[in-house]
């Protein structure tokens, strides 16, 4: 069991999905093994979203860091759901003294403060308020209609991802978004690895 120092806040709650051990199949750090935090809750209805996160079990931040204990491994991706809705400052504020490297998948609806995050990738979705307009990858889903990536090109971000949209029309969209990358080299393809593992 891993002993914690600090005690304010020990037994705060947080919704958790589940935490697991797999790799990141997606975006700039594809293939890179990680742990993965999934919060329950969201702020979007997003048509394709394929998770849910409507069901979650409450634990404390010393649960947390139990079941992280568990897993060789110091990089963590906080996702959802919509884990910006949730209190990282608290969190971060025991993970990375742990020597955890954080990272969040986040809609870009909800400003994360300063030095919470090592690693920030959005995945803005079409209709909802963007807030969130930096960050080190920017990762859109494609093809939208009336959501062209040209809005995002000038934003401040190290990276920019196309993601073929999920579905019965898949490898249209891959093509697509191929082809899209072809024309704009500012973007790249981002193809969910782990789907085509068949794996979480």
Not at 39 to 45: A, Q, S, V, Y
Not at 63 to 85: H, M, Q, W
Request: aromatic share 12%; charged share 25%.
């Amino acid at each position: 069991m891993v002993i914690l120092n600090q005690k304010n806040n020990i037994e705060q709650l947080f919704p958790i999905v589940e935490i697991f051990h797999s790799v990141q199949g997606e975006g700039y750090h594809s293939g890179i093994p990680s742990i993965f935090i999934r919060f329950g809750g969201c702020n979007l209805r997003c048509p394709w979203c394929d998770t849910d996160f409507d069901t979650w079990t409450d634990m404390s931040i010393a649960e947390i860091v139990n079941e992280l204990s568990k897993y060789d491994c110091d990089r963590i991706i906080f996702t959802g759901g919509e884990p910006a809705l949730q209190d990282l400052v608290t969190l971060s504020g025991f993970l990375k003294p742990l020597g955890y490297y954080l990272s969040i998948e986040t809609n870009g609806t909800i400003e994360i403060p300063s030095d919470t995050i090592d690693w920030i990738c959005v995945s803005p979705k079409k209709g909802a308020k963007f807030k969130l307009k930096y960050g080190n990858e920017l990762k859109l889903v494609y093809p939208q209609e009336e959501f062209n990536p040209d809005r995002f090109k000038e934003l401040e971000f190290d990276h920019f991802f196309l993601q073929p949209m999920d579905g019965e029309d898949l490898q249209k969209n891959i093509l697509q978004s191929v082809s899209y990358c072809i024309e704009n080299p500012l973007w790249r393809l981002s193809l969910q690895t782990h789907k085509i593992m068949g794996i979480d």
